[in-house]
């Protein structure tokens, strides 16, 4: 059983910037889709940017700029760098592999964005 653990969340100013990690205890990433997912207060899980095994990127609209999503297959972790960070961006910040070797969650870290 694959287990991701997040890091990095935090309490910090509008413009500011935060880097979340997402360490798997195997090999997961270099099989999966990496994703960073959020859920703000009364509102719905969204994905906010994936990598896939290849490399590629996507994002959504909001965070297209502002947000990078990378991976470093030799530590089995996947980052998010959040930078120009808007009080909309507060959330509890999700890390997802999902692939032919199954779909997991890591269990949140909370990102707090004060205007």
Known sequence: QVQLVESGGGLVQAG???????????????????????????KQRELVAAITSGGATMYTDSVKGRFTISRDNAKNTVYLEMNSLKPEDTA????????????????GTQVTVSS
């Open 16 to 42: 500011g910037s935060l880097r979340l990690s997402c360490a798997a205890s195997g090999s997961i990433f270099e099989y999966s889709v990496g994703g960073w997912y959020r859920q703000a207060p009364g």
């Open 92 to 107: 509890v910040y999700y890390c997802n592999a999902r692939g032919a070797r199954g779909n997991y969650w890591g269990q």
